[in-house]
């Protein structure tokens, strides 16, 4: 029984020991951010690298590279990461050197390394020999010339690659250029059509062009946007068929595709179709947009009879809003002058007691003196609207309603508690109103508009009062208005490119009765 329960045991550790030695095979070699590094890599390269983002290409690989920290990623993963910030910087930034030191980097972490064959060109093969060089590696630097096969997308003639039809390969073309193909049919072989299949540089998908008729044989350009702006190679393929669809002649094949070398520029002639002149480099927005490596800038290329550019692109539509509506508060500051003898008349001012008016004529010897400056005025709030023309400029109305007047003195005017404005605004920036952020602003107005204020002025009755120190103290109300016109400036600070708050502080000129005011306004403006 004992020897029945040791033997049971044995079986079952060595089940154990098994299971754990084989789990630990499956995950040898990989480390924990393996997958999150290799997915911003193919991000880098795919969307970004072949879509001419190169910095943003850069950013990515370096965010995977901090990503394989220490023991965080295997070799071979940090090997390609190296090797892809290489291709980055030799094939799309023209960083030779710091190209030849990832290069350096990515051999020394795996020395088996080598450049993806839809990646490379003669330009990055020789940075990366050089590396090899420099990491003491034997060997040259040629990328395998096998990629991984597509799906088969028509008959592929069982034959030599070369193929029989009469057709010589260009060496090489500029990026942003059509690429002529052409070819002839053999003697004795008759087609009803010509077929080109080609891969553009770093993509995974063929694309298929029917060849026209061209001079003897058949000839086809392939656009310059899948040409590319990146350098490489651009493979293709050609096959003859007959009315039953049958391959009668072929040049390449999809797994030994012919190769052109797209360069930056060429060294020999330029290729072309017989009997016309080589495809010129892109310059129609329809087949090379503006802003793409390699292509023409906004009004460069085509010009008018006149000899202004005419070839650039619609501008595209604004996000700016054209009306606005502003809901504001102004605060009044008016200016006093200093005088004595204020309540004596003659004057600017009114004196009240509270709201009843001060007739008599105080003691002249002492009291009733205002040194002047400025005073707390009269309060008003308001609704604006305001229309946009062109992008900087702004023209509008302001109607309200004021608080804080005087009283009426007899035979005078009572207070007017309306504020009406037409104005108008300068906005600076290219077009302030199409984002969000500050928006400072110049802004002239006029219209109609009352401000009063008032300050308190000792004065003594008599001069028995003076002696016996006996004080009466009384509001001093100086009224300006009814007419302005003010000048200033402020800003916005736009939370979003339709809306945010407001502040301005303008100098507001009284006619009628004359005054000098100055206005601070908080406000929140919307746009629509």
Known sequence: MDRRFKGALSRAVSVALFHFVFATARVAGAEPNDDA????AKKAIEADYLGTKFAEAEKKLKQALTLCGPKSCSNKVVARLHRDLGVVYAGGMSKV????????AALRADPDITLDPDLTS???EAVFKDAKAAAGIGGNSEAPSNPNPTPNQGPVAPAPAQGDLVHTPPPEQAVMTPVPIYTELPDGVEAVKVVLQYRPFGASAWKTLEMPKVAQGYGVEVPCLDVGSVTGQLKYFIQAFDKDNNVVAFAGTRKEPLNVAIKLQIEGASPSLPGQAPPAKCSEAADCPPGLLGCPKPGEGKTCPEGEPCDKPPEPPSTRKKNWVTLGLQQDFLGLSGVTGTCSGGNEYACFSGDDFYEAIP???SGGELAGGLAVATTRIFLGYDRVFGKNFTAGLRVGFVFGGGPQAPGGAAFVPIHAEARAAYWFGADPFAGAGFRPFLTLGGGLAQVDASVEVTVYNTEQDFIADKRLVLDAWKKSGLVFLAAGGGAMYAIRPN??????VRVMQLFGASGTALGATLG?????
């Open 97 to 104: 050197e710091e190209g030849k030191a990832e290069f350096v």
């Open 524 to 528: 929140y403006s919307h746009g629509f």
């Open 37 to 40: 590094a290799l997915d911003l």
């Open 363 to 365: 003691y002249d010897k």
């Open 122 to 124: 003669e330009e990055i």
């Open 499 to 504: 809306t945010g708050p407001v502040a301005e």
